[in-house]
């Protein structure tokens, strides 16, 4: 049975070390350049006629454009729509990432922190300084809730302040742990399902059980790479919701 770990191997393409510093183009940067070149292309291709009747084409791009508008306006509310670049980009970033991933001979970028946790620290930063442009130091109250007594302030104030720092790692954490969870069991399932199959006639009775099973496994991760780009835009959303509105 093949390695199930070996799937995430980065492995250098075009090595290149620059000062000590490996910029090598790998097979991560490779299909990142992938989905950004098939993401980029068809949302062109999409938007080129503009028709009254759209086609279908342009059908899913507005429909692309409507979910992820909508979800800024449902979350963030009408002044969020200024988001609505960076929401985009980041849902689309992992939405390919994922789905790409699930392509024979491809490779899952989002499966590796580095990357999950860059595209975590980009809203967390983002958070952070437009909260403190459109609030000023007041940004800040955003950790002591209002009607709170005095003597539980001391409570809250420190929970508050460390859930706000642990959310690029818990956003980065969730979107890595279920595509590299996923990937594996793929990759265990269809190992084992080759192995019973060379076994000659007998094989491949047995193995039709765990082919089937890994159809379905199939179905669910691709299920899994879309919802799990959907929650990563909801909660980026939902952050950026504090640098318009403090509740207070």
Same mark, same amino acid.
């Given at each position: 049975?093949?390695? %199930? ?39 062109? &291709? ?12 342009? &059908? ?24 609505? %670049? ?17 392509? %024979? ?40 809730? $209002? ?42 399932? &269809? ?18 059980? $765990? ?25 980026? &959303? ?11």
């Amino acid at each position: 049975m093949a390695d %199930p770990i070996h799937q995430f191997v980065i492995t250098p393409i075009i090595p290149l070390e620059v000062a000590g510093i490996n910029l090598s183009f790998t097979n991560s940067s490779l299909w990142m350049v992938v989905g950004a070149l098939i993401a980029s292309l068809f949302l062109l &291709a999409g938007t080129d006629k503009r028709a009254l009747i759209p086609g279908r084409l342009q &059908a899913v791009s507005e429909m692309l454009y409507d979910f992820i508008s909508s979800m800024i306006r449902e979350n963030v509310g009408p002044n969020g729509r200024q988001y609505f %670049p960076l929401i985009f980009t980041v849902f689309v970033i992992v939405l390919m990432g994922n789905v790409l991933g699930l392509l %024979p001979y491809a490779f899952t970028y989002t499966s590796h922190l580095i990357v999950t946790l860059a595209l975590a620290m980009v809203i967390f930063l983002s958070v952070t300084i437009f909260g403190l442009i459109n609030h000023g130091l007041h940004f800040f109250s955003l950790f002591a809730p $209002p009607g709170v007594p005095l003597a539980l302030q001391i409570l809250i104030v420190p929970i508050e302040v460390l859930s706000f720092i642990i959310r690029p790692i818990t956003l980065s954490v969730r979107l890595f742990a279920n595509m590299v969870a996923g990937h594996l069991m793929l990759k265990v399932f &269809a190992g084992f399902s080759t192995m019973v199959l060379a076994m000659g006639t007998t094989g491949i009775l047995a193995g039709l059980l $765990p082919m089937a099973f890994n159809v379905a496994v199939y179905g669910l991760e691709l299920l899994v790479a879309l919802l799990q780009a959907y929650i990563f835009a909801i909660l980026s &959303a939902i952050y950026l919701k504090d640098t318009v509105d403090l509740h207070h």
